[in-house]
Structures are given as structure tokens and as C-alpha cells.
């Protein structure tokens, strides 16, 4: 295995969506050179108030400081999408460079939907590193295009050395029921096409894959068994 591999990943908790048990999260991977790379930053200080079903926990910051990592350490941020309760501390990592996916990016410009938080994400261009599509950003660490929760989001998979391969699917499939070939559209939704054509590509990943470990990006009940910071995959 290379130096520069992914070998550990954490999980935390930063928030909630208390109504709902829904939990608001972020990932941290740490590479064998030591490098470290955060998934998604989570909601913002100031949660604004037309999010009011949104509630802070310990934040990010609070939750790396608990494995000694100050905001600085952090060398990359990759922003999953620009929804407030994943982009929402982005600004707070002065250090990193973000990853975004290009198509994200740019319909965020014009998005309202980003527009609350757009002090976190909108950085200046030569901190953030713009992909296009599927990208192996180091050895054992994967993102994989999924738009349809909103255009441009992206899910990543790990490869450790001893867990195997992880997907962590964030709102490409927000929850474990959610993730069957099954047609669960019942017409509500304008992007339920995007949506099911990711949530297959993801199916077909992890057959292809064999992946062992699959995580989803808000489901409170599949939460509760996995290992969270400070305990770690590897
Ligand atoms: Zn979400």
C-alpha cells in the first residue's frame, strides 16, 4: 500500500434534525502520510431561520479537536454538495482546498437554494479544485458523480486496508430503505429520474465492487450501530 493511501475514516455526528431523528454528519480521512481530508463540514454556526428543523450538536471543529486537529490541519475539504447542513462550516478551514464537482459549482451561482450559506462555500477559485464526474482523488479515495439529489452531488468511496471498501453515499441515498432497484416515484418529485439513475449506479458499484460497508447519508437507525470519532475504520 502506498504512503499516500486512505487507511483510517472517521464518522461524527454534528447535528440533528431532532423532529425527525435524522442525524446531520461529516467523514475524516486520514492517509498513511499523515494527510488529512474532511467530508463535508455541516451546518452552520447561525442556523438560519428558515431551517429552524435543523439543530447544531458538538460541530465539527469541537469533534476534530477531540482527535487533536485543529481547522488548519485539515489539507482538504471535499464538499459533497452546498446544502447548509453539509457546506455550512466550509469557510472555517482557511487551509484546505475544496473539491467540488464542476456542475455543482456552477448551478450553485445562480441556485437560491446555496444562496444562505454562500459565504462557507463561494472561496476564492484557486482553493477549490473543480471535477468532472468519477475521480480518484489519492489511492483508496474515490468520488463518485450522483446528481439528482441536486445537480453535481457527489458520494465517495474509501478503500482501507483492513475494513475493505466503504461507500458512503450522502444524499445520493439519504437512507438504507432507499437503496433498491425498486421504482419508488410516485410523481412528486422532478428529479426522481436523476435520483433512481444514481442510486442504481451506486447499486451496480457496490456488486461490482463487493463493497462490505455501505453508509447512508442520514439514517438514524444504521447511525447508531456504526463507530463513530473517536473510534475509526481502518
Ligand atoms: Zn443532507
Known amino acids: 500500500m ?13 447535528g440533528s434534525m431532532p423532529e425527525y431523528q435524522i442525524p446531520i454528519v461529516c467523514y475524516l480521512v486520514q492517509t498513511g502520510d499523515g494527510k488529512n481530508i474532511l467530508i463535508d463540514t455541516g451546518l452552520p454556526e447561525i442556523i438560519p431561520e428558515d431551517a429552524s428543523e435543523f439543530e447544531n450538536g458538538q460541530d465539527v471543529i469541537e469533534q476534530l479537536a477531540r ?46 437554494r ?11 477559485m484557486e482553493r477549490i479544485r473543480l471535477v468532472d464526474g468519477d475521480t480518484e482523488l489519492l489511492p483508496g479515495l474515490e468520488l463518485i458523480e450522483t446528481s439528482g439529489h441536486v445537480p453535481g452531488h457527489q458520494s465517495v468511496l474509501v478503500r482501507l486496508p483492513k ?17 433498491t432497484r425498486d421504482e ?18 451506486l447499486l451496480d458499484l457496490v456488486e461490482r465492487e463487493q463493497i462490505g460497508l455501505v ?3 442520514h439514517d438514524m437507525e444504521q447511525w ?10 481502518e
Open 215 to 217: 453508509i447512508f447519508g
Open 2 to 14: 502506498s504512503q499516500n493511501a486512505a487507511n483510517r475514516l472517521y464518522l461524527m455526528q454534528v
Open 163 to 179: 475494513t475493505g471498501a466503504i461507500l458512503l453515499t450522502v444524499d445520493a441515498v439519504p437512507f438504507a430503505a432507499g437503496f
Open 67 to 112: 482527535i487533536g486537529l485543529k481547522p488548519d490541519d485539515i489539507d482538504t475539504v471535499i464538499s459533497t454538495h452546498y446544502d447548509g447542513d453539509h457546506a455550512g462550516r466550509h469557510a472555517a478551514f482557511t487551509k484546505a482546498q475544496y473539491v467540488v464537482q464542476r456542475v455543482h459549482h456552477t448551478d450553485a451561482q445562480t441556485n437560491p
Open 184 to 201: 419508488q416515484d410516485d410523481g412528486s418529485n422532478p428529479d426522481a429520474e436523476a435520483i433512481r439513475a444514481s442510486t442504481i449506479k
Open 224 to 233: 447508531a450501530g456504526l463507530k463513530k470519532l473517536p473510534e475509526y475504520y
Open 114 to 124: 446555496f444562496a444562505d450559506i454562500r459565504s462557507q462555500w463561494d472561496q476564492p
